[in-house]
């Protein structure tokens, strides 16, 4: 069964970095286009970047542009979302989520990782 | 880009059934979207496909009590015979070129 367990969430200050990644089993991760997604706390959800099945293509919200890095090792069926300069408005739970078959929705979610940004 | 509007709340009896309606903002009517369910404190769990013409296609393990449909640029999510466990939250999502959106969710709260 498709498995996306996430980690590298903690606390960091404004300004900072981190790095979170999230792994994943039970399909061939290198023919899905991924997602990371977040949710604030007690907001609902809000796309974040997508990344097509070869990383040929990136895309990001225009609230992480520039910030934000997702990139991925598929010889280790992993994602990867870089943080930098981050605000505390990134605060939120961050889930990796894989697309479905073709030009599609998302269709299996992970667990989610929290992100808190705060001095 | 595509808006998708939900209701923020709605509720309705144990046993009886719910419409929850996601709409698609204008020029966008004919958009397919997706249905995501998010009970208290778990992460999202995706429900179905719902495409212009109402046909939809669930996901793994999803009950039959879940059903879509669709009239102009309204997606609609059917639950029928409401269990406690159907209390959650439910986004619409949808995507254009490059930027996926969701709507704000709907509050679905089990009398």
């Known amino acids: 069964q498709v498995q996306l367990v996430e980690s590298g969430g903690g606390v960091v200050q404004p300004g900072g970095s981190l790095r979170l990644s999230c792994a994943a089993s039970g399909f061939t991760f290198s023919s899905y286009g991924m997602h990371w997604v977040r949710q604030a706390p007690g907001k609902g959800l809000e796309w974040v970047a997508f990344i097509r099945y070869d990383g040929s293509n990136k895309y990001y919200a225009d609230s992480v542009k520039g910030r934000f890095t997702i990139s991925r090792d598929n010889s280790k069926n992993t994602l990867y979302l870089q943080m930098n300069s981050l605000r505390a408005e990134d605060t939120a739970v961050y889930y990796c989520?894989?697309?479905?078959?073709?030009?599609?929705?998302?269709?299996?979610w992970g667990q989610g990782t929290l992100v808190t940004v705060s001095s | 880009q595509p808006v998708l509007t939900q209701s923020s709340s709605a509720s309705a009896s144990l046993g009886s059934s719910v419409k929850l309606t996601c709409t698609l903002s204008?020029?966008?009517?004919?958009?397919?979207i997706a249905w995501h369910q998010q009970q208290p404190g778990k992460a999202p769990r995706y429900l179905m496909k719902?495409?212009?013409?109402?046909?939809?296609n669930k996901g793994s393990g999803v009950p039959d009590r879940f059903s879509g449909s669709s009239s102009g640029a309204d997606r609609y999510l059917t639950i029928s015979n409401l269990q406690s466990e159907d209390e959650a939250d439910y986004y619409c999502e949808t995507w254009d070129s490059n930027t996926w959106v969701f709507g704000g969710g709907t509050k679905l709260t089990v009398l």
């Open positions: 719902l495409e212009g013409s109402g046909s939809y």
């Open positions: 989520a894989k697309r479905g078959v073709g030009a599609t929705s998302i269709d299996y």
């Open positions: 204008s020029g966008h009517s004919s958009y397919i």
